[in-house]
């Protein structure tokens, strides 16, 4: 059965830092495209940040641009999240997703994702 289970959520203060994980079970993704989506109260699943198999390419949200990064360890299986700088309006719940389709370049929208985890919470206080 393959899981992605998301950790690393929770409260923290405007200005702050916190470093989400996704860890993926039942199969290596370690030749595929991986992501991060997040959705806040009362709108729509958007997207964050993504990352290729190799780790060579990224791309961002205009939104978290020079405040988050997304490393991979392949060895772990383990995808990361990285905020810093974080904002009251990066309060959502984040999610990551594998694309099963294995290509040399990222993948940013959702329909492009096959597998998704259960998300894990993240509140920024003001």
């Known amino acids: 059965q393959v899981q992605l289970v998301e950790s690393g959520g929770g409260l923290v203060q405007a200005g702050g830092s916190l470093r989400l994980s996704c860890a993926a079970s039942?199969?290596?993704?370690?030749?595929?495209?991986m992501g991060w989506f997040r959705q806040a109260p009362g709108k729509d699943l958007e997207f964050v940040a993504a990352?290729?198999?190799?780790?060579?390419?990224?791309d961002y949200a205009d939104s978290v641009k020079g405040r988050f990064t997304i490393p991979r360890d392949h060895a772990k299986n383990t995808l990361y999240l990285q905020m810093s700088s974080l904002k009251p309006d990066d309060t959502a719940v984040y999610y990551c997703?594998?694309?099963?389709?294995?290509?040399?370049?990222?993948?940013?929208?959702?329909?492009?994702?096959?597998?998704w985890g259960q998300g894990t919470q993240v509140i920024v206080s003001s």
């Open positions: 997703a594998a694309d099963v389709n294995q290509k040399p370049g990222t993948s940013t929208f959702r329909s492009e994702y096959e597998y």
């Open positions: 990352i290729n198999w190799r780790g060579e390419y990224t």
């Open positions: 039942g199969r290596s993704f370690a030749a595929h495209p």
